[in-house]
């Protein structure tokens, strides 16, 4: 596609649920970031890809949180045993530049809710 | 290490009004600055950004920002507003060298009638 492909666009689960959030990046976009947008929030970082170098994890809230990209592509992140507090927008990003000096193209986002 | 502070969560203007939004940063090294703008339920767009050439950067729709090395600033502004700027602008720092954007808070844009 054109632009970077998200899904599902919202999702709802009920606490100690397991999700999985899907990001399709621009192909050839070797960089691939995770972020968090909670209410009234700026955007945390969560994780970053880079080609098939090993990810940075570092922005990972807990052990519950997981990514993997798979072949360069497609990322999953993975969430298990939902708590409240993880309703936010996820938002994955993907750019062709290797340092932090191009354009990130965003996705739609993915809109959790935690029941 | 790098911080962006966006002094403004909200700022209301009226149509054909400048616009000012105002960001402030801290970078150890040459720093690379961003302007994003976030439409409602929607992902982020780049408006423009500062990677060390002119430090008056133009963008898209009309607005550009000023990199003011002395002053660690990166207002955005536009000489005249229009309905569809209606919106949340982030502000964003990078180092060169490393591959983190570090986003400000945002502040949301009303235009008004």
């Known amino acids: 596609g054109a632009g970077v492909s998200q899904s599902p666009s919202n999702k709802v689960t009920e606490k100690g649920k397991d999700v999985e959030l899907r990001c399709d990046p621009i192909?050839?976009?070797?960089?691939l970031y995770w972020y968090r947008q909670s209410l009234g929030q700026g955007l945390e970082f969560l994780i970053y890809?880079?080609?098939?170098?090993?990810?940075?994890k570092s922005g990972l809230p807990s052990d519950r949180f997981s990514a993997e990209r798979t072949g360069g592509s497609v990322s999953t992140l993975t969430i298990q045993r939902t708590q409240q507090e993880d309703s936010a927008v996820y938002l994955c990003?993907?750019?062709?530049?290797?340092?932090?000096?191009?354009?990130?193209?965003f996705g739609e986002g993915s809109r959790l809710t935690v029941l | 290490a790098q911080s962006v502070t966006q002094l403004d969560s909200h700022v209301s203007v009226s149509e054909g009004t400048p616009v000012l939004l105002r960001c402030n940063y801290s970078?150890?090294?040459?720093?690379?600055l961003f302007w994003y703008v976030q439409h409602p339920n929607k992902g982020l767009q780049l408006l423009l950004k500062?990677?060390?050439?002119?430090?008056l950067v133009k963008g898209i729709n009309g607005f550009e920002a000023e990199f003011k090395k002395s002053e660690t600033s990166f207002h955005l502004t536009k000489p005249s507003a229009h309905m569809s700027d209606a919106a949340e602008y982030f502000c964003?720092?990078?180092?060169?060298?490393?591959?983190?954007?570090?986003f400000g808070t945002g502040t949301r844009l009303k235009v008004l009638a």
């Open positions: 990003a993907s750019s062709r530049a290797q340092g932090a000096t191009g354009e990130l193209f």
């Open positions: 192909s050839g976009h070797t960089a």
């Open positions: 890809f880079q080609g098939n170098s090993a990810p940075d």
């Open positions: 970078s150890s090294y040459s720093p690379s």
């Open positions: 500062y990677t060390s050439a002119a430090t």
């Open positions: 964003v720092v990078s180092d060169r060298g490393t591959y983190k954007y570090i």
